[in-house]
């Protein structure tokens, strides 16, 4: 059965008829576990002669399909089951009109992948249940009929029913409390998003939640033992919108808010619009961690207002994502600090392509061919890392920032707010730069379609990060036989970026002896840190080094929190330790039925439960 061709992943057919609005009329049943309601989706035929809409589908329940504006009900049917998802094919009548509406009935199922549904007990407060979506890439046609393509975008509203005590955000802004309708313990809220999205941009969050306002067009939100943490840690919100204006443009949103979601969210950060979904794993105490929020800043341009037209041309929002958020970061902090960020992130690429993948792998190229592969099982560090360093190298070979910076706001203002290709991307480029001889030695060929490293790698400034090095060299050097000169003063003046650099730097060649970790551990008490990322990276070192007390440290940090960026490499790396290798599959089994979907089928593969 063929799928659409413009996107590999989905069976919509925008080029026959395409969403120009979506309507959302759900209640929530936090006791099945289930959204149900209506779907109404207005559509505009782009082929007069179409008869029949396509639509996305998985594990979802449509019990019927209304035609305005006549109210005849449709004929339809699912088929077409994939691993992910299914084909929805709707008759339309004889003689339908150019515009129209179809009003489906339906309701999700408890295996719906786009949500987590917590019980109270699983919440940080432990009074109310809650509830939270993750669509990237391809898990809204999951929440809602739809056509599950970021090639199509469409205007939204939202009338959502929960019980009382249960606060609703989405990715839309919030109409009054004020006017909101109460009866029978439950509560009505209304949300409006008037510029046109991708559906993975449709999201919903449910609970015991609570805001402080942290800026003139920002707030925090949160469950009550959070809120004040990241309140502080997400102070500097407003400076960081100003400076991505400063290279963007206007901020068109209206809102610019940071939803602290529960542990079990699987990601650092996901740019919903207006409401930024956080893992609370960002919050330290001391800002180290904010950067995330600049990176979803930043898709307020990159990948919201001009987006990849399928997810085989992922890059084009991450790497540029990756690309204006160092740039926000180098004005804020300083050029050196922008370089430092590239540093920390360089290790993490070669490591994805060198060791997880392999440099063959074509998932290591910058635009991956997905024909029958879930864009899941092709997320990685790459589409983020490379497509930066490619953004990099086309800056440096145009003259630097005073020429490219300028050619990202025509590139935005050029393609907002529209789904594009690669090749889209390059025609422009090599037309605003046709004056540019150094064009020419471009080679778009390796860089867009070659396995492996990028081509090149920036000068980096090293300034922040040769302090670093010689420390690891020196415990490198260190043989635990003879007396130790170290004091554990060495890491006080180093910020918490360049201890993570130390620590990864220490991940690269042969793996240090345990009692040289377990000397570490004493006089840094590296195990203690607030940090995630630095806790992380030092279990990371422990178990390389085969330090028995880094196994109790890795299971605690993959069953507290589900942020893959740390369960990933902390599994396989217990995997890759063979006498370690039951403990990480007895600790996936035990926690899988606490993660989200998308967190659990990607374990089961690195676990080589499933292939």
């Known amino acids: 059965m063929a799928l659409s061709p413009g996107d590999p992943s989905s069976y919509a057919r925008p080029d026959h008829v395409k969403t120009t609005h979506i309507h959302l009329d759900w209640d929530l049943d936090f ?3 289930i959204l149900s309601g209506e779907c109404i989706l207005s559509m505009e035929k782009v082929d007069n002669g179409v008869s029949c809409v396509l639509l996305d589908c998985r594990t979802i329940s449509v019990s019927s399909v209304i035609y305005e504006p006549t109210g005849e009900n449709l004929t339809f049917k699912i088929d077409g089951e994939t691993s992910f998802g299914s084909r929805m094919e709707i008759q339309l009548p004889s003689g339908s009109e150019k515009t129209f509406k179809l009003i489906l009935k339906y309701s999700t199922s408890p295996e719906c992948s786009a949500l987590q549904w917590l019980s109270k007990e699983q919440t940080a407060g432990g009074t109310q249940p809650y509830v939270f979506s993750q669509c990237q890439a391809i ?9 599950d393509t970021p090639s199509v975008k469409a205007s939204y509203s939202a009338s959502v029913t929960a019980p ?26 209304k949300f409006e998003q008037p510029i046109p999205v991708q559906s993975y941009l449709i999201a919903i969050a449910a609970g015991a939640i609570v805001s402080k306002k942290i800026g003139p067009r920002s707030h925090v939100w949160a469950e009550e033992a959070f809120i004040e943490k990241a309140a502080f840690d997400f102070a500097d919100t407003e400076a960081m919108l100003k400076t991505a204006e400063d290279l963007c443009g206007p901020y068109v949103w209206g809102e610019y808010d940071i939803l602290i979601l529960p542990p079990s969210f699987p990601f650092g950060g996901m740019e919903n619009p207006c409401l930024t979904f956080a893992t609370p794993s960002l919050l330290s105490g001391d800002k180290s961690n904010a950067d995330v929020i600049a990176h979803e800043i930043a898709h307020s341009w990159t990948g919201n207002l ?36 590239g540093i920390l992130r360089w290790k993490q690429l070669d490591e994805c392509v060198n060791e997880t993948f392999g440099p063959e792998s074509p998932f290591t190229k910058l635009v991956v061919d997905l024909k029958g592969i879930d864009p899941d099982d092709a997320f990685s560090v790459i589409p983020y890392e490379k497509g930066a360093t490619f953004l990099w190298y086309l800056e440096e070979l145009v003259g630097g920032a005073d020429q490219f910076e300028p050619f990202l706001r025509a590139y935005f203002e050029k393609f907002k707010p529209k789904s594009i290709s690669t090749d889209d991307f390059k025609e422009f480029f090599i037309e605003y730069f046709s004056n540019v001889e150094a064009i020419k030695d471009i080679d778009w060929a390796t860089w867009l379609y070659v396995s492996g490293m990028p081509p090149y790698k920036p000068k980096f400034d090293e300034s922040l990060v040769l302090e670093c090095y010689s420390l690891a060299e020196n415990w490198r050097n260190w043989n635990p036989d003879y007396p130790c000169t170290f004091t554990g003063s060495e890491i006080k003046s180093f910020s918490s970026a360049q201890i993570r650099e130390f620590l990864n730097s220490l ?7 345990p009692a040289v970790v377990e000397k570490m551990e004493n006089l840094y008490k590296l195990s203690e840190s607030c940090n995630m990322e630095i806790l992380f990276s030092w279990i990371r070192v422990g178990i390389a080094a085969r330090w028995e007390a880094a196994v109790p440290l890795a299971v605690k940090l993959v069953t507290d929190i589900g942020r893959m960026k740390f369960l990933r490499p902390l599994y396989r790396d217990l995997y890759a330790w063979e006498a370690k290798r039951q403990v990480a599959l007895d600790t996936y089994t035990a926690n899988k039925n606490q993660m989200m979907a998308v967190c659990r089928d990607m374990l089961a593969k690195d ?5």
């Open 139 to 147: 898990h809204a046609r999951s929440m809602l009929p739809c056509q």
């Open 31 to 33: 006791d099945k576990k």
């Open 507 to 513: 991940l690269v060649g042969s793996a240090l002896l």
């Open 164 to 189: 009382l005590g249960i606060t609703v955000l989405m990715s839309g802004i919030r109409k009054s409390d004020e006017t909101a309708e109460i009866w029978n313990g439950k509560k009505k809220f």
């Open 607 to 611: 676990l080589h439960i499933v292939q």
């Open 306 to 341: 001009v987006t990849n037209c399928n997810f085989e041309h992922f890059w084009l929002n991450e790497g540029f994502t990756v690309f204006v958020e160092r740039k926000i970061l180098g004005r804020l902090h300083g050029e050196p600090y922008r370089h430092l960020s």
